[in-house]
T-cell receptor, first 116, second 113 residues
């Protein structure tokens, strides 16, 4: 049973397109996250949702819009894709916000986005 | 500026040997520190989580230490196995609401037979 799943695993698209990445967790967690891992392997938090409400919104272009239809899902929509958006995007979840608690974060397998 | 720095950047050791990875941080106020293991092509997996009052925490062959005074942490791996080959990432959480989660760039560990 996959705890945190993401689709698609690979996404190759042209500049200017709009794309979405989906994330689902079956752990019953309240908090979900989106991270971006660049070519230098730095992971940076982008968004965090708790019970479908936005908690963390780091300095991310407004071309990126997260959507949480329910506690188990947090999707990421990206408009007008740019070359610099190429990266691996990870979804994660935890019982409560990981920064303020010692709850374990569970990461998905990642989505490798390549913008041509 | 809140930062997390890890060393070495990469490390190669022989199977069966021990090794220690370092993490220095300038994050304030400190909330907790985590070590993750990330295999190639996969998401990070949590190894240990430590709060301000904890000096050491073990998870099997992995032992993490924390010195909150010097703002340093280490991850010690005992009797390394080929499956330990991965990136090891130090993550520090900060802020009054602890909403800042700052990742180090990781140490790439390779275990050779």
């Amino acid at each position: 049973d996959t705890a945190v799943s993401q689709t698609p695993k690979y996404l190759v698209t042209q500049m200017g397109n709009d794309k979405s990445i989906k994330c689902e967790q079956n752990l019953g967690h309240d908090t979900m996250y989106w991270y971006k891992q660049d070519s230098k392997k730095f992971l940076k938090i982008m968004f965090s949702y708790n019970n479908k409400e936005l908690i963390i919104n780091e300095t991310v272009p407004n071309r990126f819009s997260p959507k949480s239809p329910d506690k188990a899902h947090l999707n990421l929509h990206i408009n007008s894709l740019e070359l610099g958006d190429s990266a691996v995007y990870f979804c994660a979840s935890s019982i409560r916000l990981a920064g303020g608690s010692t709850d374990t974060q569970y990461f998905g397998p990642g989505t490798r986005l390549t913008v041509l | 500026k809140n930062q997390v720095e890890q060393s070495p950047q990469s490390l190669i050791i022989l199977e069966g040997k021990n090794c220690t990875l370092q993490c220095n941080y300038t994050v304030s106020p400190f909330s907790n520190l985590r070590w993750y293991k990330q295999d190639t092509g996969r998401g990070p997996v949590s190894l240990t989580i430590m709060t301000f009052s904890e000096n050491t925490k073990s998870n099997g062959r992995y032992t993490a230490t924390l010195d909150a005074d010097t703002k340093q942490s280490s991850l010690h791996i005992t009797a390394s196995q080929l499956s330990d080959s991965a990136s090891y990432i130090c993550v520090v959480s900060a802020g009054s609401s602890a909403s800042k989660i700052i990742f180090g760039s990781g140490t790439r560990l390779s275990i050779r037979p």
